[in-house]
Every structure is written in structure tokens, then in C-alpha cells.
């Protein structure tokens, strides 16, 4: 009896917590705002790696598959900011906050989180369906996620987004990013089979119809 009211007391107490843990945010710093710019660029241009395990024949199809899914991605981050204008950590702070004012309530979800949780989605569910004994592609996608980590992590300690904005972007960033090369492989009919596919280092799906 003891341990069950203990667990219910956890659950209660985690219940609480969990508002304040998603609204965790910091002062806005510029310097860690410009590096998470360049880990998103680094983790968007990861796909352009697959040249190194690619045939020719497949540069139309990857190349056409990852700009539709980035303009998806973009889309839809555009959608939900103006939709639910969410305000930024530094709104209403006079000296901690950046010049420009125009995106305010534009936090959430993160954009940056969003479109490099895609670029690093992507990267390995193609890296899994077309190429799955390259080294080189595995090595590219790991390291991937982590630059999309860091740019998550960045964009809370630079002070742009409360915490629940980039776990929001990038659990929507690697759904997008997932379907993409998903999409492309069943148009193109690469693989009759339903794919065993690892997205992200430790969770497995398996999908089939």
C-alpha cells in the first residue's frame, strides 16, 4: 500500500511540474542564437552527403524527394507560428532581447528545431531504405541528429524558445522528415517489402500495408 500511494504521490508531483518544464526558457543570448543558425545549415545540408554512397541515377529522385519535404516542413512551421502565436521568452524584457520585433509570438513551435529534426529524419530513413550498408551514410546520419540535438538545445539556451517549443519541432520535424523518403520509396517502388527503419539511435518502427 505504501509504494502505490508513493507512485501516486510521483504522478501527482510530475503532473505539476510538467507546465513549468515545458515553459523552462533562459535570457536571450546572441551569440548562441548566430551558432544554433550554423548547426541548422550544417544539419540541412547533411542529405547532400548521400553523393558519397549514391549512383548518378539517384541524385533527381533524392534530391527532388528532400526539397519537397523541407518546403513541407517549412510550411507547416510557418502555419502553426502564425496560427498559435505563442510569445518568446524575452518578450516584455527591455535589454535581454534582440532588435528585431517582428517574430515576437512567433515561438512556437521552434522553427530550427523543426527543420533540422527533418534534415536528420530524413537523412537516416533514406540512409535505411536505399543505402543501408554504407558506413559512411550511417556515420553521416548519427552525427546528424546530433547537430539537430544541439540546435534544439541552442535555441532554449540562447533564449528564443521555452522548452516545450523545440520538443514540439522536433517531434513534428521527424514525423515530416520520415515521410519524405518513406513517400519517395513506396512512389518509386524500390522495395515491395514493408522497411525496417531506425529513426533516431535507439527507437525501431516497422511499417507496413
Known amino acids: 500500500m505504501p509504494k502505490k500511494r ?14 513549468n518544464l515545458f515553459s523552462l526558457s533562459f535570457a536571450y543570448d546572441e551569440d548562441l542564437s548566430t551558432v544554433s543558425d550554423v548547426t541548422l545549415g550544417l ?49 516584455g524584457e527591455m ?36 543505402y543501408p550498408d554504407s558506413k559512411a551514410m550511417k556515420a553521416v546520419s548519427y552525427a546528424t541528429w546530433g547537430l539537430a540535438a544541439t540546435t534544439a538545445t541552442l535555441r532554449v539556451l540562447s533564449g528564443n524558445h521555452h522548452l516545450g517549443d523545440v520538443l514540439a519541432g522536433a517531434a513534428i520535424g521527424s514525423a515530416i522528415g520520415f515521410l519524405g523518403p518513406y513517400l519517395t520509396n513506396r512512389l518509386l517502388d524500390r522495395d515491395e517489402r514493408a522497411p525496417q527503419i531506425l529513426i533516431g539511435p535507439t527507437v525501431g518502427m516497422q511499417v507496413s500495408f
Not at 544539419?43 to 527532388?64: E, H, K, M, N, R
Not at 523541407?70 to 505563442?86: F, G, N, P
Request: proline fraction near 7%; hydrophobic fraction near 45%.
Open 6 to 19: 508513493s507512485l501516486i504521490l510521483l504522478t501527482i508531483l510530475l503532473m505539476l511540474a510538467t507546465p
Open 43 to 91: 544539419t540541412a545540408l547533411a542529405p547532400s552527403l548521400f553523393v558519397l554512397s549514391a549512383p548518378p541515377s539517384d541524385y533527381l529522385a533524392i534530391g527532388t524527394s528532400y526539397a519537397g519535404t523541407m518546403v513541407v516542413a517549412y510550411a507547416t512551421r510557418s502555419v502553426l507560428k502564425h496560427t498559435i502565436e505563442r510569445a518568446r521568452p524575452y518578450v
Open 95 to 130: 535589454i535581454d532581447r534582440p532588435a528585431d520585433t517582428s517574430e515576437d509570438y512567433e515561438s512556437f513551435p521552434s522553427g530550427h528545431a523543426l527543420m533540422a529534426f527533418s534534415a536528420a529524419a530524413y537523412t537516416q530513413t533514406l540512409q535505411a531504405l536505399w
